[in-house]
């Protein structure tokens, strides 16, 4: 039997601009996605987190992240996460979690925080926060995330301020700190189309 990796073309300039712009009515709230397994922990900031379920008594959760990550490796040892929504005032926190690997640094060293029922820290002053067990990975081919579909196991509401969304950024970041993320996302953007173009072929199974 022969799969098939269906082909795909690059959208002109105009149409990838006018795709960026309805894109960006988009909220895109912000988290910090934490993980842990025995004395090692890290986390990072992730926005491709939605809802997977209209059932009250059983919440899941789906969320998008770079496969390179070495959060998404502690996940894949624990099989557990912690989602903390930041608010407005914790822009900082974008820095932080999503400029250097937690392979380099603890993130947790100088910010309060406690160990949820995951493993996971769990960082204070927050909007609210959930914690996750894994129940199925889905992997969107060579060049994308990967997708977790988790159980929420726990959850709570710290604060009734606003959260901080991607749109927030321009105004909220300092110069410098917008410079970063736009050369560190134009860099993934690049090794992910180096990807797509690799292995956007015909391949056996």
Not at 64 to 69: E, L, T
Not at 123 to 136: I, K
């Amino acid at each position: 039997m022969t799969a098939y990796v269906r082909e795909f073309s690059q959208l002109s300039a105009m149409d990838a601009n006018t795709v960026t712009t309805v894109l960006g009515k988009l909220n895109f709230e912000i988290f910090v996605l934490t993980a842990a397994h025995q004395n090692r922990r890290s986390g990072q900031i992730v926005c491709w987190v939605v809802p997977a379920t209209i059932i009250p008594q059983l919440p899941r959760i789906l969320v998008g992240i770079g496969r390179m990550s070495f959060t998404r490796e502690l996940i894949e040892m624990s099989q557990g996460f912690a989602l903390n929504l930041l608010g407005k005032d914790q822009w900082p926190w974008v820095a932080h979690f999503g400029f250097r690997s937690g392979r380099e640094i603890d993130k947790f060293a100088a910010l309060p925080h406690e160990r949820g029922v995951t493993g996971s820290p769990i960082l204070s002053g927050t909007v609210g926060y959930l914690e996750c067990r894994v129940r199925s990975v889905f992997d969107a081919g060579a060049g994308a995330h990967l997708f977790y579909l988790a159980d929420v196991i726990e959850g709570r509401i710290v604060s009734d301020q606003s959260p901080l969304c991607l749109h927030d950024l321009p105004e909220l970041l300092p110069p410098q700190d917008l410079a970063t993320m736009q050369r560190l996302l134009e860099y993934d953007a690049q090794c992910n189309l180096a990807l797509f173009s690799k292995h956007s072929r015909r391949q056996p199974a």
